[in-house]
Each structure stands twice: as structure tokens, then as C-alpha cells.
């Protein structure tokens, strides 16, 4: 079998995307999904197909049972699916976590950042970028879990990634949304997942918040938080916006056509960017009078201020995040050598562990 898009995971992520896929196709795609939940596997077949035709587009949904932790597995679904573009969407840490309480790692997440779970989110998505390298070089590969930072952990590991999908695409479409009809120009933004929190909050609670920067056109606006002042997202992951955001992008790409808008974290950078496809090359696309090494830094900072960077083969904690690891005695506390990831996730999960059983303080 040949797809043009493996999307790998049956979460609520993975199954907007395919369900978007399937309802906004205008040129013939044919999309694996591919996870080990079998009923939420038959329904997205179903559920995807039956939208083919309700829209009338030329979109084929087929799935594949497979369990993504297995050694191998990933290796195997490439081997079955043969993929141009493969979409991870598959992690054993959920998002719904920045949205729960009442434990002390819920407390860890909530004042040490999403970071916290890199590790997890991660797991899943490097194995299958060392599998892309061994099975299928040439295929497009866009990680949809925490990609402003895990992309760059692939990247450090040395491994091809595109980008990601949701983050800075979230706010860039909101902020679209909001602007509809403008003739000034298309609207370009730099945002850091960091920058999503206050857009949770009420207007009024944001003005202490960092924003993202955003131009429409080449001229950047002054007041972000006044302009979008009625914008604002729900407490849990925005999956109805983040889900579809990377949609136009894989169609494009399936097609090969030229196409302009945001994504995080391309090819590993920090952060998320306005970015373009055309004449077959996927790149930045910034708005004159900011370079890249202007926009990275800007992105950067966030986690350098609280959060996780990587360099030098090295993962390294920061800020809140640094000092309620080493407050826990984690052995990790100070960082670890991405070469390890895999031992490190095992010490991670069981912080994780006992962390959720304790009560938040």
C-alpha cells in the first residue's frame, strides 16, 4: 500500500485532521490512520468516508491497527504505509493535562510549563523521525506533539523534521478571524507556545502577559492585546483550531502546491514562525525588517526564562521548571544527553507517578 498522509495516533488531534482532511480535499488523497485503539480506528474510517462524500471531495480514510510503543513499530507502519507525508500525532502524555488540577504534577506542568512532559511527548515522535531516515528519507514529516520544543530535541538528535502543527497557528488564525476583510496586507506572526496562556484568560487579565508579535503586512502592530482584545480560546487545548491548522499545509503539500501560513518549530527552531511552501521548498516567511536570527532569539527566550532548551547533544531545564525538578531531588533535574532519552523517559514517568498521587500543595 501507498498513502499520500500517514497520521499516526486516534486522539481528538489526530482525528480533526482527518476528518478536516477528508471534508476540505480538493485533489485525491488517500490518508492512513493508524493506532491501537480499534473501535475509534473503525469510527474515524467511517465517520472520515462518510464526510468524503457528504462534502463531495476525492478524500479515501483507511486505518491500520498497530501499537506505537512496540520496538519496531513505527518502522513497520512506514514499511506498510509507504507515506509521502507522515503526520505524529501519537504521545503518552495528553494535552488535556494543562487543564486538570489537583495533584503535584498537574502543580509541575501548571507553574514549571509543558516542558515538564517533553520527554513523553517526545518518545513517539523520535523514534519515528529515526525510522523516517532508515525507511522513507524522502517523506515530508510534521510532528504534532509539542513541536516547538520536541522538534528541536529531533533536530539536536539529527533528524529531519518540517514542523509542527496547532501553537502559533492557533493564535495566527484567531487573530486572521478577527481581521477578516483587511486589505493591508497578510497578516504574519511570531508566537511561542507560552504565548497562548493569556488568550485563555479574560481581556483584562493579560496585560502582564508577554504577546506575540504580529504584522499585518510588513507594519507590526503596537498594541496586540488592545486589538484583539475580544479574541480569547477555551481553558483546554484548542483542538477544533490547533487540530485543523495543519491541514491546508498537508493538502498542499500532497499536491504540491504553493501555500503560505504558520506552523511551529520548522525544522526544529524554537518557537513558531510564518512559514511558505513554494516551488517544492518549505521555509521562513517573515515580514521585512525581521531576520532569522532576530525571530529564533525571540523565540528562544521563552524557555530560557522558564522552560527546556536543547544544544550541544544536551536538554536543559530553566527557571520554575529547574528549581520544582530540583526541589523533587529529580536526578534530572540539571539536564541529560538526548542520546539518553529513552532511559530518561523511564526516571520521567516515574516522577510522573508519584507525583500524581500526591495532592497539589
Known amino acids: 500500500m501507498s498513502v499520500d498522509i500517514l497520521i499516526t495516533g486516534t486522539g481528538m488531534f489526530a482525528g480533526r485532521m482527518a476528518l478536516d482532511i477528508a471534508a476540505t480535499a480538493q485533489h485525491p488523497v488517500k490518508v492512513m490512520v493508524a493506532g491501537r485503539n480499534t473501535d475509534r480506528l473503525d469510527w474515524l474510517r467511517t465517520a472520515g468516508n462518510a464526510r468524503a462524500a457528504m462534502f463531495g471531495t476525492p478524500a479515501k480514510i483507511v486505518t491500520h491497527e498497530i501499537d506505537l510503543m512496540e520496538e519496531g513499530a513505527s518502522?513497520?507502519?512506514?514499511?506498510?504505509?509507504?507515506?509521502?507525508?507522515?503526520?505524529?500525532?501519537?504521545?503518552?502524555?495528553?494535552?488535556?493535562?494543562?487543564?486538570?488540577?489537583?495533584?503535584?504534577?498537574?502543580?509541575?506542568?501548571?507553574?514549571?510549563?509543558l516542558s515538564a512532559t517533553a520527554v513523553f511527548q517526545a518518545i513517539i515522535s523520535s523514534r519515528m523521525a529515526r525510522a523516517i531516515e532508515a525507511t522513507c528519507p524522502g517523506?515530508?514529516?510534521?510532528?504534532?506533539?509539542?513541536?516547538?520544543?520536541?522538534?528541536?530535541?529531533?533536530?539536536?538528535?539529527?533528524?529531519?523534521?518540517?514542523?509542527?502543527?496547532?501553537?502559533v497557528a492557533i493564535l495566527s488564525?484567531?487573530?486572521?478571524?478577527?481581521?477578516?476583510?483587511?486589505?493591508?496586507?497578510?497578516?504574519?506572526?511570531?508566537?511561542?507556545?507560552?504565548?497562548?496562556?493569556?488568550?485563555?484568560?479574560?481581556?483584562?487579565?493579560?496585560?502582564?502577559?508577554?504577546?506575540p508579535r504580529v504584522f499585518v503586512g510588513?507594519?507590526?502592530?503596537?498594541?496586540?492585546?488592545?486589538?484583539?482584545?475580544?479574541?480569547?480560546?477555551?481553558?483546554?487545548?484548542?483542538?477544533?483550531?490547533?487540530?485543523?491548522?495543519g491541514v491546508t499545509l498537508m493538502l498542499a503539500l500532497a499536491a504540491n502546491q504553493t501555500?503560505?501560513?504558520?506552523?511551529?518549530?520548522?525544522?526544529?527552531?524554537?518557537?513558531?514562525?510564518?512559514?511558505?511552501?513554494?516551488?517544492?521548498?518549505?521555509?521562513?516567511?517573515?515580514?521585512?525588517?525581521v531576520d532569522e536570527a532576530a525571530a529564533v532569539a525571540w523565540n528562544d527566550a521563552f524557555e530560557r526564562r522558564n522552560g527546556m532548551t536543547v544544544g550541544q547533544g544536551r536538554a536543559q531545564f530553566h527557571g520554575t521548571l529547574h528549581e520544582?525538578?530540583?526541589?523533587?531531588?529529580?536526578?534530572?533535574?540539571?539536564?541529560?544527553?538526548?542520546?539518553?532519552?529513552?532511559?530518561?523517559?523511564?526516571?520521567?514517568?516515574?516522577?510522573?507517578?508519584r507525583l500524581s498521587a500526591q495532592g497539589s500543595t
Not at 222 to 238: C, I, Q, S
Not at 272 to 282: A, H, L, Q, R, W
Request: hydrophobic share 40%.
Open 75 to 113: 518502522e513497520r507502519i512506514l514499511d506498510i504505509a509507504q507515506p509521502r507525508i507522515v503526520v505524529q500525532a501519537a504521545s503518552i502524555q495528553t494535552s488535556s493535562v494543562i487543564a486538570q488540577k489537583g495533584s503535584k504534577w498537574t502543580d509541575l506542568v501548571s507553574r514549571g510549563g
Open 139 to 167: 517523506a515530508h514529516y510534521i510532528n504534532c506533539s509539542f513541536p516547538d520544543v520536541v522538534n528541536g530535541m529531533i533536530s539536536e538528535m539529527g533528524y529531519d523534521v518540517l514542523c509542527g502543527t496547532g501553537n
Open 173 to 211: 488564525n484567531v487573530f486572521e478571524g478577527a481581521i477578516s476583510g483587511s486589505d493591508k496586507g497578510r497578516l504574519r506572526v511570531l508566537a511561542h507556545y507560552q504565548n497562548l496562556a493569556p488568550w485563555r484568560q479574560p481581556a483584562d487579565r493579560r496585560a502582564d502577559a508577554v504577546p
Open 218 to 245: 510588513d507594519k507590526e502592530v503596537e498594541d496586540v492585546f488592545a486589538t484583539f482584545r475580544d479574541t480569547r480560546l477555551t481553558p483546554e487545548p484548542a483542538i477544533e483550531i490547533s487540530g485543523a491548522s
Open 259 to 289: 501555500w503560505y501560513g504558520h506552523a511551529p518549530a520548522p525544522h526544529g527552531r524554537p518557537g513558531g514562525y510564518p512559514v511558505k511552501f513554494e516551488d517544492g521548498v518549505f521555509g521562513l516567511d517573515l515580514p521585512t525588517g
Open 324 to 353: 520544582m525538578l530540583s526541589n523533587e531531588g529529580f536526578v534530572h533535574a540539571d539536564g541529560f544527553a538526548l542520546c539518553d532519552l529513552e532511559e530518561v523517559h523511564h526516571d520521567f514517568a516515574a516522577l510522573r507517578d
